[in-house]
């Protein structure tokens, strides 16, 4: 089996990331799944250095990295770009809808400029394993919704919060880690526990007594979902917009 390696190290908040090896069928799926992992963490931006230690058995699978630049779109939101060194790596149009520079000064210089300069605001805390968790919740969210001048969505961030918060508490019996985002006038809350299990959905979880139900989640928001994390537990995300 071919190996290929990912590499990163973090530039001012942005994760740059070497893959070193061969990209092709039995390599693929790493890629793609190492490169979502690295999304996951909520970077400014993920920038790719392609180089002579990378290789691609054709040029079709270059298009793993269009698919990581399209499911990291909604949550957590992190722009993909790519950095071609070499003249293989520039005359490959495969993953033509990812932003491509010639050298890695631009990108990290591209990924310090959000489109049309909008705000991109973070914050993020651990709640204990406890109902408490959900009262915490509500506060954090109102605090941080009012600091950045978005105090309209306070009603339905603090539910979708709690809920989430509510459920990793009860059914991931985990200490959660809250987080939130602001970019530009979409809000990310996203709640990280250690039960890999997805939450039930809509349609099959009743309203529960104790709990507003994920269907609460999905009403309140213009899209949610859960993602897996390689390294053990799961993140369950949702934007609202502002």
Not at 13 to 25: S, Y
Not at 138 to 156: G, I, N, Q, T
Not at 192 to 208: F, G, H
Not at 221 to 239: F, H, L, M
Request: net charge positive.
């Amino acid at each position: 089996m071919t190996a290929l390696a990912l590499h990163r190290t973090d530039v001012a908040g942005v994760a740059v990331l070497r893959p070193a090896g061969t990209l092709d069928l039995t390599t693929y799926r790493d890629l793609r799944d190492g490169l979502l992992e690295c999304a996951a963490d909520e970077p400014t931006a993920l920038v790719v250095r392609l180089d002579d230690g990378f290789e691609c058995a054709t040029p079709a699978f270059m298009s793993v990295f269009t698919t990581v630049c399209q499911r990291v779109a909604e949550w957590p939101g992190v722009p993909v770009l790519l950095v071609a060194e070499t003249p293989g790596h520039r005359r490959s149009r495969a993953a033509a809808a990812v932003p491509r520079f010639t050298t890695l000064t631009a990108a990290l210089a591209a990924a310090e400029r959000p489109p049309d300069h909008a705000p991109d605001h973070r914050a993020e805390i651990r709640l204990p394993a406890s109902l408490a968790g959900g009262r915490l919740a509500r506060c954090f969210v109102r605090d941080a919704c009012e600091r950045w001048v978005v105090a309209h969505l306070v009603p339905s961030a603090a539910t979708v919060a709690t809920e989430l918060v509510e459920n990793a508490v009860r059914h991931a019996r985990s200490a959660p880690v809250l987080r939130l985002r602001l970019n530009g006038r979409a809000l990310t809350i996203a709640v990280c526990d250690d039960d890999p299990d997805p939450p039930a959905t809509p349609a099959v979880e009743p309203l529960r007594p104790g709990g507003r139900g994920i269907m609460i989640v999905s009403s309140l928001s213009r899209t949610w979902g859960c993602y897996r994390r390689p390294r053990g537990g799961k993140i369950v995300w949702a934007v609202l917009d502002g």
